[in-house]
């Protein structure tokens, strides 16, 4: 099993940033990947960011890239999801995932394990 639990949330003004965590622990695979996804209210999980854990590499978004940044901390088992700009519209529920493998994927149904959740809330 594996345990996400995220923080860093919180509420910021439009124009202002958060940095958001996700602390990683239990069971670990020799490649996976992690994903950042939101939800707001009425609406369907989207996906945010991934980077695979082995690569580095990243994928994003279209309504956030230039704003978000995903990266990791192999030492500390963390992500990271650095939020500037922020808008109105991405007020929701964040929530990390991790799925085994190397494949980012946008798909919420391919990963296997999430955290709990983490409110952002940008007022205008």
């Known amino acids: 099993q594996v345990q996400l639990v995220e923080s860093g949330g919180g509420l910021v003004q439009a124009g202002g940033s958060l940095r958001l965590s996700c602390a990683a622990s239990?069971?670990?695979?020799?490649?996976?990947?992690m994903g950042w996804f939101r939800q707001a209210p009425g609406k369907e999980r989207e996906f945010v960011a991934a980077i695979s854990w082995s690569s580095g590499s990243t994928s994003y978004a279209d309504s956030v890239k230039g704003r978000f940044t995903i990266s990791r901390d192999n030492a500390k088992n963390t992500v990271y999801l650095q939020m500037n700009n922020l808008k109105p519209e991405d007020t929701a529920v964040y929530y990390c995932?991790?799925?085994?493998?190397?494949?980012?994927?946008?798909?919420?149904?391919?990963?296997?394990?999430w955290g709990q959740g983490t409110q952002v809330t940008v007022s205008s």
């Open positions: 995932a991790q799925r085994s493998g190397s494949r980012r994927t946008i798909v919420t149904t391919s990963y296997d394990y």
């Open positions: 239990g069971r670990t695979f020799s490649s996976y990947v």
